[in-house]
């Protein structure tokens, strides 16, 4: 195993669930997405504008305005 071996890999840290890519193409799609985050398809696309397809950050995404949300409930 060379160091360029090493790179091509793909990182061991990231889950099988980080890899995935929301896709808002089909009706559907979104939906379903929604479902698995736990928000609107409204909120979702907002999301996937935002911060792009990568599942990670959509949820982190969600995750920070769902925090800052709360905090301004307060």
Do not use: F, M
Not at 17 to 26: A, F, M, T
Not at 39 to 44: A, N, R
Not at 53 to 73: I, P, T
Request: some cysteine.
């Amino acid at each position: 195993g060379t160091q360029q071996e090493t790179r091509k890999r793909a990182d061991p840290s990231k889950t099988g669930r980080e890899r995935k890519l929301i896709s808002l193409d089909e009706e559907h799609e979104a939906r379903d997405w929604a479902n698995s985050l736990g928000c609107s398809e409204d909120q979702l696309r907002e999301a996937v504008e935002a911060v792009g397809h990568s599942a990670a950050q959509v949820r982190r995404y969600l995750s920070n305005r769902a925090k800052v949300g709360e905090l301004e409930r307060r």
